[in-house]
Structures are given as structure tokens and as C-alpha cells.
């Protein structure tokens, strides 16, 4: 039998849109799939659509894990498509025979992501990813097939590659029960999220050996999707990395909002896991890795407003790091320098005198954040230590917590316990408040009257979520100081505000370095006490070397004559 110059060598499978035979192409003398739309539907308008839409999905994506399309015709009456020809078998028959090492499955889950993202940068919705429409080849690679309940959304209506415009009528649900997205489920419109949550569920499959959301009948299955919440993978028996069962249940957000918002930021994800999951490379021989630069962090969001959550990240973690006598930290104002612009670590490590260079970027979208970063040995030039992590805004605290941790265990150092104290103490429970103060102190690094007073303001709203809150009293403090020297407000009001604030700040909190720097500016140009001023910033630097404003402020008090 022959379609056109393909000549029907035997059957390969079948299924409800096509059936799929071994063929082998007269002009090229190579072997070849081809899948015909069966007799029944030929005539069928939609089923033909859909068959021809499948074929220009495929044939407008070009990445090496999606089935490639060679051509497509029509012979006396069938329509068939021809692709290139696998050897191998599906994952669903690979599933149907037990779990898969967390290794494969992620290895596999990565594949899977970038040929989606790929599909996604085209504006091409999957729609109907499952176990059945992944295809594992018999030299390892992998394949996404079936693109036959595809959506397109072209990312510009003036692209000049041919697609196919496909709409699906509200309310029509679309996909395989047990797969699909909530959104889909419910039969709303679809974006790359959905496709997100379908790989979810298989990666969930493949680690666990059983489905994320299964129910007696197909209506069971679908409202599983929209309710209920898979069993937790620990109670699977398999022994797999904190990391990836995060990463899973992140995939299987209810909201699409509250997913991974792109399939190459879960690539990446992937990556990192298998790259370690944060484990560090032992250091190399030579100079101790005594010595850290922490680069300020990049915003990456879309929106500039997030530009204090990646300023206040980087001070945290050079805060933190201080706290470990072994280890030199560069001061904010050393490092800030470097802020907003493309450096190379090594070079910039060697020019500070830094062993490390810590660098990183920082995305908000809603109330997920994404923070991203490399340790670097600046003598090797190799990376010590890489991370990504996505979490819910809610565990900052957690998040800049565990880099700290992270970091110390990367250079094998032991810490003392009162260092590993300090490294885990919270300033405050409350997220919200912390979010305000560090939105303070962006304005407050400004340093213009406008910019104070929106300070004053955010420090103030912190006080309101948390009235024990020391850091941000502090802030109240800086702020007044600063605006009474300029003479933005009435020394004598101002001052008297910034001198209750910074008493509050020491009182909450002894050993808090900004409350004795705010003490100190306070003694030396509101009180003209010069020796009370140095004994609070020497308290400061005491307790913590890397707080920048305390050896600042230390140095510009000397610059000023010592009488009234």
C-alpha cells in the first residue's frame, strides 16, 4: 500500500484520532511514521480540523523534545501526516510497570519543560499532556507527542508564520480526566500554567508510582482535580529530595497564579536539583575561603516597586553572614557599588580582595518569590554553591535563612552555638512587618526629605504589625535624625521623636546594631556628647562589623568640630 511516495510498511499502533504505521519515504530512502485519520472521521468536519490542526502545531515548533513533522497530504480521500519515526515506547507503558528513580523522573521532567516552554514561546498550549503523550526513545532522548487538542495563542498577531486560530467553547472541557488543570476542568480559557499542572501531575506519578488525582469514575476524577490535594509523597515509602516534592506540589497550585510561571523557570528548578539540590563542591586546595563579597541581588520582576525586596535580601544575608566570626563579609556600602550593573564575579572578587562572590536575582509575581543564586570561588573560578528557590513571599524568613546556612556549610566551617544563634534570629515574626521595614529603609537610603517621611511612614506601618518590632523603631529613629540635620522638620520635634524611637529600639533589643548606630548619631549632633557617641558605635560595629551606617556614621561624627 502507498500514500503518495510513502510506501505502508506495517502498523504501529492506533488510537481514538489516528492510526499510526511504519513507512518508508521512496524520495529520501528513509524510514518514516505516518498517521492517518481513520475512515470513519474523515468526513467528520471537526475531527479533520483537528487533525490538521495538530499538524501545523508540530510543524510551527522546532525543538528537540517534540515530535518532529516531516509532511503533511491527502491520497484519494486520506489525510495523513508524516513524522519522523521513534523507536522506543511511552512513558505510560514505562509507568504501568512501577515508579521511576526520582533522578529519571526529574531528568524526564526537565525534557518535558523545555519542549513545552519552546511550544509556549510559539504561543501553543498543549492541552492534553499525560504518561501516554510522552515518549521515551531507546537512546534516551524524549518526545512530547500529540498536539491534537493544542490551543494557539500567537504571541503577536503580525507574526509571519502560519498558524492555526483555535478557540474552545466556553464550558467545553478538554484534556484526559486525571491530567488536566482545574482551569480546564471548569472549561475557562488555558495558558501555559495548565500545562504546568499537567506536568505536575506526572512528575507526581513518576516519583510515587500512583496518580495525583484518581477517582471511580471520570466525574470522580475531575472534581479530585478541582478539591483535593494529592497524598503527601512522603507517605509513598520513596526517598526523594525535600526539593522536588516542593516543586511538585508548586505544580499543582490550585491557582494558576500560584504555580511556576513559565515551563523554563521549572526547567531551571529541575536542573538545580539534579545539579545537587544545593549540595556544595568541596573547595579547592589552597588560599581559605575566608573571604565574601555579596553582590546586590538583581530585580528581575517586572515591576521596579520590588526593587526593596532585592536590596533588602542581599543586607540580610550580609547581615547574617557577619554573624560568623571566620568569615570577612564586604560592607554594604563596599558592595552597592556594583548595583544594577553586568560584573564579572571573578573580577570583582579579585578587586575587593574577596576568596567568594555571592550573586543572585530576585522575582516577585504576586505573592510567590523566586530567588536565584551562584557562590563563585574567585581563585578557581568555579561555582561552590547554586540555588533557586520558589516559595510563597510568606517564607522570606525561611528562604534567606536557609542561603545563610547554605553558604557556611559550603565552606565547611563550624560554627559556634551562639554563631548559629545569631544566623537563625528573627527580628520578627510577622512577614507583613518585615516587608514594611524593608521598604523603609529603601526610601530611607534616598536620603532626600520626600523619601524620609515615606520611610517614617513604612517603618510606622511595620510598628503597627508587630509594636515589639526593634529593627523598625530604629528606622524611625534614622529617619527623624536625618531630617532634623536637614532641617525638614523642627530640630526640636524631630529629634525628640528620633531619641524616643532609638530608646525603644535598644530597649526591645540590646544587641541591636542599628538601635546603638541610631543612639549614636543621636548622642554625637542632637545631645554634642562625643564620647557617648563613640561608645555607641563602637557597640555597633561590635555586634555587628557589616552593619555599613555604623562605621559610616562613626567616621562623619569625627569630621565635625567637637564643640557646640
Known amino acids: 500500500m502507498r500514500l503518495g511516495p510513502y510506501e505502508i510498511l506495517a502498523p504501529i499502533g492506533a488510537g481514538g484520532m489516528g ?65 519522523e519515526l521513534l523507536e522506543g515506547d ?60 493544542a490551543r494557539f495563542n500567537p504571541p503577536s498577531a503580525a507574526q509571519s508564520e502560519p498558524v492555526a ?21 471548569r472549561g475557562v480559557p488555558v495558558g501555559p500554567g495548565s500545562d504546568i499542572f499537567s506536568l505536575g501531575c506526572v512528575l507526581y506519578e513518576m516519583v510515587s508510582g500512583r496518580r495525583a488525582f484518581s ?34 506540589s508548586h505544580c499543582l497550585e490550585k491557582n494558576p497564579e500560584e504555580r511556576f510561571q513559565s515551563a523554563r523557570d521549572l526547567a531551571f528548578d529541575m536542573k538545580s536539583i539534579l545539579g545537587g539540590s544545593g549540595v556544595a563542591s568541596p573547595p579547592a586546595p589552597g588560599k581559605a575561603l575566608d573571604s565574601i563579597a555579596v553582590l546586590p541581588f538583581a530585580n528581575a520582576s517586572r515591576e ?68 536565584g543564586m551562584e557562590l563563585v570561588d574567585v581563585a578557581q573560578g568555579s561555582q561552590l554553591w547554586g540555588e533557586r528557590y520558589n516559595r510563597k513571599l510568606a517564607d522570606i524568613f525561611a528562604v534567606e535563612e536557609e542561603i545563610a546556612r547554605k553558604i557556611s556549610e559550603s565552606l565547611r566551617m563550624r560554627l559556634s552555638g551562639e554563631e548559629k544563634k545569631r544566623l537563625a534570629k528573627r527580628f520578627t515574626e510577622n512577614t507583613e512587618a518585615y516587608q514594611l521595614y524593608l ?14 517621611k515615606k520611610g517614617i511612614e513604612y517603618f510606622q506601618q511595620a510598628i503597627e504589625k508587630d509594636p515589639g518590632y526593634a529593627l523598625a523603631y530604629a528606622g524611625v529613629a534614622d529617619c527623624y535624625s536625618i531630617l532634623s540635620t536637614y532641617g525638614a522638620v523642627s530640630p526640636r520635634e524631630g ?45 555597633a560595629i561590635e555586634l555587628n562589623p557589616a552593619y555599613w551606617v555604623a562605621p559610616y556614621w562613626y567616621a562623619t561624627l569625627f569630621e565635625r568640630p567637637r564643640t557646640p
Request: net charge neutral; aromatic share 6%; glycine share 8%.
Open 19 to 83: 492510526e499510526v504505521y511504519r513507512a518508508r519515504d521512496s524520495r529520501l530512502g528513509r524510514e518514516v511514521a505516518i498517521k492517518v485519520l481513520p475512515e470513519h472521521l474523515a468526513q467528520d468536519p471537526q475531527a479533520l480540523a483537528r487533525f490538521e490542526r495538530e499538524a501545523k502545531a508540530v510543524a510551527a515548533l522546532s525543538h528537540h523534545n517534540i515530535l518532529a513533522i516531516h509532511d503533511v497530504g491527502r491520497e484519494q480521500g486520506v489525510s495523513y501526516a508524516v513524522t
Open 90 to 149: 511511552t512513558l505510560r507503558s514505562g509507568l504501568d510497570r512501577g515508579p521511576l528513580p526520582w533522578r529519571k523522573a526529574v531528568e524526564i521532567g526537565v525534557a518535558v519543560a523545555e519542549g513545552l516552554s519552546a511550544a509556549h514561546a510559539k504561543g501553543i498550549i498543549h492541552r492534553d499532556l499525560k504518561p501516554g503523550n510522552i515518549f521515551l526513545t531507546s537512546d534516551g532522548r524524549v518526545k512530547v507527542l500529540d498536539f491534537g487538542l
Open 165 to 185: 486560530q483555535t478557540a474552545t467553547e466556553a464550558g467545553t472541557v478538554m484534556g484526559t480526566p486525571g491530567y488536566m488543570s482545574p482551569e480546564q476542568v
Open 215 to 248: 477517582g471511580k469514575t471520570p466525574v470522580e476524577t475531575l472534581s479530585a482535580v478541582l478539591k483535593d490535594h494529592p497524598a503527601e509523597l512522603a507517605s509513598s515509602g520513596k526517598q526523594i529530595p525535600l526539593e522536588l516534592d516542593r516543586l511538585i
Open 304 to 371: 521596579p516597586d520590588a526593587e526593596y525586596l532585592s536590596d533588602g535580601i542581599t543586607e540580610s544575608i550580609i547581615n547574617s553572614l557577619a554573624q560568623i566570626a571566620q568569615l570577612r563579609v564586604m560592607p554594604r556600602s563596599t558592595v552597592f557599588r556594583y548595583k544594577g550593573q553586568e560584573v564579572d564575579p571573578q573580577a570583582v572578587g579579585r578587586e575587593l580582595n574577596a576568596r567568594m562572590v555571592l550573586t543572585g536575582r530576585v522575582i516577585l509575581r504576586g505573592e510567590t518569590l523566586v530567588v
Open 439 to 452: 521598604k523603609g529603609r529603601h526610601y530611607w537610603v534616598k536620603r532626600t526629605p520626600d523619601s524620609m
Open 495 to 539: 529629634w525628640a521623636k528620633a531619641k524616643a524611637a532609638a530608646a525603644a529600639a535598644v530597649a526591645l533589643d540590646p544587641e541591636l546594631a542599628e538601635g546603638h548606630t541610631s543612639l549614636a548619631f543621636i548622642r554625637g549632633f542632637a545631645d554634642w556628647d562625643w564620647v557617648a557617641a563613640e561608645e555607641e558605635c563602637r557597640r
